[in-house]
């Protein structure tokens, strides 16, 4: 869960990166300002891509992140040097069978992108009966979520530090998650950077790969330009329903396994809005 949206040294050196690359094209196109004003254009609608183009994120050299340096609180110190060995995940272990990693047979979760861990500590430590998977790149997010797992004792949570479209990629079988999660993804908001949103068609028929049928990708973001992106980049995707009821679609209520986060109850109380999807994969 990326909740501080605030430009980080590393962010800023990426966005002027692709300003640069992008600074002439794109005055040649359009008026100042123009870009950055349109309604956002979904990958499938834009004129001209390429093979590669359409092949996912990872695969093409470009990421929908940014490595933020911090400072390693003793917490969460303890948590990759101690807790790491027990309950972390690498790209070198390979492809996972869950039955085995957790000893047992239950419903499976993945979360992409969990920030500092609260909301996927609380779904774990509320749904014993569940098992869960966690993707998240930095450092201290990884160490805090470990040392709460194992101070409250929970069996039900592994950990990847790894980029999580090479971890759907290469480390989970075909139709195995009941649910993956993208809580408030990055929006990159600036038309030049949506080339770096999670959310593409390769990234959804991947994520379709990884579900059973029925299984669901769950997102919510509370910037509403990117909820519209998602719900066109979702409703064009092959394999996939909307489970939304028409009164709201393409949009459902938070559902109440999703735990309302500090970050997002401060929105609410400022007016802001925050955009549920939930789609389901075709039996």
Known sequence: MNDDRTPTPDTASAIKADDADSASDASSEAPPGALDDQAPQAPAEQAGATDDEAAPLHRR????YVLRAGRMTQAQTRGLEEVWPRLGLTLDDGRQDPVSLFGRQAPLVVEIGFGMGGSLIEQAETHPETDFIGIEVHAPGVGKLLDEADKRGLTNLRVYREDALRVLDECLPEA?????????????PKK????????????V????????????????????????????????????????????????????????TKFEARGERLGHGVWDLIFARDA
């Not at 050299?61 to 929908?64: E, M, N, Q």
């Not at 195995?176 to 990159?188: E, G, Y």
Request: overall charge positive; charged content about 25%; glycine content about 4%.
């Open 205 to 260: 028929e991947l994520v379709r790969s990884c579900l059973k049928p029925g299984g669901t990708l769950h997102m919510a973001t509370d910037w509403e330009a990117y909820a519209e992106w998602m719900a066109e980049v979702m409703t064009e995707a092959p394999g996939y329903r909307n489970t939304a009821p028409a009164e709201s679609a393409p949009y459902v209520s938070r559902p109440d396994f999703r735990p309302l």
């Open 176 to 188: 195995s998650l009941d649910r993956l999660q993208l809580f408030f993804p990055d929006p990159w």
């Open 192 to 203: 030049k950077h949506h080339k770096r949103r999670i959310v593409q068609p390769a990234f």
């Open 61 to 64: 050299g470009i990421k929908s």
